[in-house]
């Protein structure tokens, strides 16, 4: 029994040093906001891979890592002003290098935890009101409805990725520099930033419709 306890203390202290990229730790991140705090996963671990083990399950998205999201939201395929087919571009590694030398950047220029700025990024680019359609007697309304707050991460992940992705299009600039600008304008909730933008135009035009 005593073994055991041991065992279980060794492994709590093991999970607590984990730090992400052996770098940030995730222990002292907050979700500000109280309807993400459910749906933005700060799981401690030193890569974000877990190998698509979530992907046949239904809201376990919620539990992947946050960082993890932002990599395979970055790996959809699309061009400028193309519509984003779905489909990915399976270099994952190659990605991940990417957002782990972006963080690096966002630490040196902000001295902050670049978890923390993509975290307040999230929060700030998550639309609260979207529009549907809804057919009644023949005709077509656009009402505003609330949006989930799995969907809200979602929107708000494909915000800041589609916001990259555009702007290196045909860019010289590296695509760790667009990614450390945007997530460091998006998380001082700067309404320059595409992400931003995105969530105000629509949550400006949610509100037209209520």
Not at 48 to 76: C, Q, W
């Amino acid at each position: 029994m005593e073994r055991r306890r041991n065992q279980g203390d060794r492994n709590m202290a093991q999970t607590k040093n984990l730090l992400l990229f052996r770098k940030w730790d995730l222990s002292d991140i907050e979700v500000k906001d109280p309807g993400l705090k459910t749906a933005i996963s700060l799981k401690k671990q030193i890569l974000p891979y877990t190998f698509g083990r979530s992907a046949l399950k239904r809201f376990n998205k919620a539990d992947v890592n946050i960082v993890e999201r932002l990599i395979n939201k970055t790996m959809h395929f699309g061009k400028k002003y193309a519509k984003n087919t779905g489909r990915m571009t399976g270099k994952k590694t190659k990605v991940l290098n990417t957002v782990r030398t972006a963080f690096t950047i966002i630490e040196l220029k902000t001295g902050k935890n670049p978890v923390e700025v993509l975290v307040r990024a999230v929060e700030n680019s998550a639309p609260n009101e979207d529009t549907t359609r809804i057919v009644y007697g023949g005709t077509v309304y656009h009402v505003s409805v609330d949006v989930a707050p799995i969907r809200r991460v979602d929107l708000a992940l494909r915000f800041i990725a589609d916001a990259i992705k555009e702007s290196t299009f045909s860019n010289p600039k590296p695509i760790e520099e667009h990614m450390a600008e945007h997530l460091i304008l998006a998380a001082e909730n700067d309404p320059n930033a595409p992400s931003v933008k995105k969530k105000n135009e629509l949550e400006r035009i949610a509100q037209a419709s209520r």
